[in-house]
């Protein structure tokens, strides 16, 4: 079945540095990708998405481009802040077999320190 | 406008009773799914309704079980809570044919 795995945590950066989690998915069919966002005590927020290869989504200075020769999708941002502090999920939808069920990868934490 | 909204926000309840968790999807989105989010793990799939029917389920047991409402509003029934039943629990709102979900902030249940 569909699947999503991502690079295991908690990372811990100092403020202001580059950020990479990678993602890479399995998939029948072609599915839309996305990072969602997960604060503490707080549900999931949608951070950014692509429906399609080669897509780029972005969104508060992160982005994540929809590679499906590689089946990845890693998140990046160029610098982060001490709020960026949460886990993030990487997860995929697969809406032509399995009416937009979203499938989420297991997390990962993010610390960032000042 | 409000977003998806659920409750309550926390309960506890005690091994083998019964347990309902209610929420309100977004304003325009017609499709709630639930997921189990246990501490320190990603979101798991429990079951998705659209028009008043469950159209998708997970791997989760007949314990779980739900209900859509005419006006899209969702509810979760957890029969004979054990332990491991302890978790977040999520509800998701969508529109069928759109391209992600809203969540609410989730209802914390502890089994004791």
């Known amino acids: 079945g569909d699947s999503v795995t991502q690079m295991e945590g908690p990372v811990t950066l100092s403020e202001e540095a580059f950020l990479t989690i990678n993602c890479t998915y399995t998939?029948?069919?072609?599915?839309?990708l996305f990072w969602y966002v997960q604060y503490p005590g707080e549900g999931l927020q949608l951070l950014l998405k692509a429906t399609k290869a080669d897509d780029k989504g972005s969104n508060k200075g992160f982005e994540a481009t929809y590679r499906k020769e590689t089946t990845s999708f890693h998140l990046e941002k160029g610098s982060v802040q001490v709020s960026d502090s949460a886990v993030y999920f990487c997860a995929l939808s697969d809406s032509e077999t399995s009416y937009d069920k979203v499938i989420f990868g297991p997390g990962t934490s993010l610390s960032v320190i000042p | 406008d409000a977003g998806v909204t659920q409750s309550p926000t926390h309960l506890i309840k005690t091994r083998g009773q019964q347990v309902t968790l209610r929420c309100s999807p977004k304003s325009g989105h017609d499709t709630v799914s639930w997921y189990q989010q246990a501490l320190g793990q990603g979101p798991q799939f429990i079951f998705q309704y659209y028009e008043e029917e469950e159209r998708q389920r997970g791997n989760f047991p007949d314990r779980f079980s739900g209900h859509q409402f005419p006006n899209y509003s969702s509810e979760l029934n957890v029969n004979a809570l054990l332990l491991g039943d302890s978790a977040l629990y999520l509800c998701a709102s969508s529109l069928t044919g759109s391209h992600g979900y809203t969540f609410g902030s989730g209802t914390r249940l502890t089994v004791v």
């Open positions: 998939a029948t069919g072609y599915p839309s």
